[in-house]
């Protein structure tokens, strides 16, 4: 193993001098590892649930404030380009000031600006404060990571990374019910002011619990033309995978954006090789496992987040079930990751991660082909035992690839590593809703007008049918006012077979990216610096 030793940089007033980490941590509250998971992981909950809860919110928001559809896509984009173009930034920040005073700072933010979207008045208001809770919740995601490395010692880091992912999963899955819960018995509002006190509670807890340790040779410069490089060509990419939906992947100006994002990361490649301290040294990807843990990361995201997407639209709009309801029909999902995770953790503690990741991929895969077999009429029953797989496959997988990727890098680039992992899943997110989206709407612009036809519907002009293309794309029947009941039966069998089948086909395409990621997983191995600065918090365990 490499050790690498971290200073104790907490400051004055705290009640232990600098120190090795791997001597024995002061007793009480400061640096105490479960106290610190528990911190971290209430100001990772505000991060991960706000990527899900704001969906529920958004009619209510349009209606609220008069926006657009175009508007309200923005109060999602935004924070999602924000968070995926600073995330590596804000890691090396951690790496540089100390991962406690980042993750503070990222918190602090992230619940003022929530707080400022609830008072806000204008839809403007609203995406730019989204844009700014993208921004600091960059800070607090890999800061989190670099605490839990710094602060565990490496036959317990699985289990705390564990625990870590459950309360991601568990945020990200029950984000609409709560969501739902909220706009419909208090206000829109209230999905954005409950961010405050929990932001508080983290706060104040990190205040009195977190301890600073940071690698002898963390950084000391900042490689400023390296964040500019990375952070264009991370903008020109998501950019272009957040517009392609509505461009069209033939238009010139989608692959004008993903050749402008090719050129960034070519040029940021180059500059790495010549800078003295690299934003990330490219000898971090000499490491196989690191690199399997991305792309592994990459790879499930498009799967989970791509394949999930549909599942929203499907639950809503062809069982016609309010927001709560298909909340609630996702709770196998939500059950299988809070049980999962830190099962996982044990699991892959005790065998390493290669196992786990391919045999939790392989469940994804199967739990993907059996979403594909959906139809309308598929009962409760099914679903949740194709959900509750979903959840059970996608457990040992956050929760592995998190460790291989920050465990086989090193310490003083431990807050990095942790912004590559989230970088990796909210690229693959994009990526997988930009790519399956597509995969959708082809599949229904090409079914559609036959299947109107041979349910003997009145014809439709070409304007007409794309109009209609588009709502069945989201799984709306395009039935006019007026419509006499029969026809407007006819009209909503068609849609909803016409994207069961588009569903379908995403869905399999979902299996086979999970197929491809068992064999990344079988490139992945336990970390080869997961000990180092490890050591701090073992007298407390």
């Not at 995330?87 to 005073?101: E, N, S, W």
């Not at 998190?402 to 690229?427: C, K, R, W, Y």
């Amino acid at each position: 193993m490499t050790s690498q030793t971290t200073i104790d940089t907490t400051g004055p007033g705290d009640e232990a001098p600098a120190a090795p980490s791997d001597a024995p941590g002061a007793s009480g509250l400061r640096g105490h590892p479960w106290f610190t998971l528990i911190t971290v992981a209430v100001g990772v909950m505000m991060v991960a649930l706000d990527g899900t809860i704001v969906a529920i919110a958004n009619p209510a928001i349009q209606k609220d404030l008069g926006a657009s559809f175009a508007d309200v896509q923005w109060i999602t984009n935004g924070y999602f380009l924000a968070l995926a173009v600073s995330l590596i930034t804000a890691g090396k920040l951690g790496d540089r000031f100390g991962h406690r005073q980042t993750f503070l700072i990222g918190v602090t933010g992230f619940a003022a600006a929530s707080g400022a979207i609830g008072l806000s008045n204008s839809i403007a208001a609203v995406v730019t404060f989204r844009v700014f809770q993208g921004l600091f919740g960059a800070l607090l995601m890999p800061a989190a990571l670099g605490l839990l490395r710094a602060t565990f010692p490496a036959e317990k880091l699985n289990m705390a990374i564990g625990i870590w992912g459950m309360v991601i999963g568990a945020s990200t899955a029950g984000g609409p019910i709560l969501g739902g819960v909220l706009v419909e018995h208090v206000n829109w509002q209230s999905v954005f002011f409950i961010n405050v006190p929990v932001g508080a509670i983290a706060l104040v807890l990190g205040l009195l619990i977190l301890r600073d340790h940071r690698a002898e040779n963390a950084p000391r410069s900042f490689d400023l033309l390296g964040i500019a490089l990375l952070s264009g060509a991370m903008f020109s990419l998501v950019w272009a995978l957040i517009k392609a939906p509505a461009w069209g992947w033939g238009d010139g100006r989608t692959w004008t954006f993903i050749a402008a994002s090719i050129v960034g990361f070519v040029l940021f490649s180059f500059w790495e090789t010549k800078v003295k301290e690299p934003l990330i040294p490219l000898t971090l990807f000499r490491s196989v496992p690191l690199s399997a843990g991305v792309v592994l990361m990459v790879l499930m995201a498009i799967a989970f987040m791509g394949g999930l997407f549909f599942v929203t639209f499907y639950l809503q709009n062809v069982h016609g079930m309010k927001p709560i309801e298909a909340g609630e029909h996702l709770l196998p999902l939500t059950g299988m990751m809070i049980v999962g995770s830190p099962l996982a953790g044990a699991l892959i503690t005790k065998l390493g991660p290669r196992i786990p990741l391919a045999g939790g991929m392989a469940a994804t895969a199967i739990a993907m082909y059996g979403m594909s077999t959906l139809k309308a009429d598929t009962g409760s029953a099914v679903m949740s035992l194709w959900f509750a797989l979903l959840g059970l496959g996608l457990a040992p997988v956050m929760v592995g690839a998190t460790e291989v990727i920050v465990g086989n890098a090193p310490m003083e680039l431990s807050g990095v590593a942790g912004g590559l992992q989230q970088a990796a899943m909210q690229i693959g997110g994009s990526l997988g809703t930009a790519v399956l989206g597509a995969v959708m709407a082809s599949k229904v612009d090409s079914d559609l007008a036959g299947n109107w036809k041979d349910a003997g519907l009145p014809p439709l002009t070409p304007t007409q049918l794309g109009q209609a293309s588009e709502a069945v794309q989201v799984g709306v029947a395009p039935v006019v006012k007026g419509t006499p009941e029969a026809v407007a039966a006819k009209i909503a069998g068609v849609a909803h077979d016409t994207f069961i089948s588009g569903m379908s086909l995403a869905s399999l395409v979902a299996c086979g990216v999970a197929v491809v990621a068992v064999f990344v997983a079988l490139l992945t191995k336990r970390g080869e610096n997961a000990e180092a600065g490890a050591g701090a918090g073992a007298a407390h365990i």
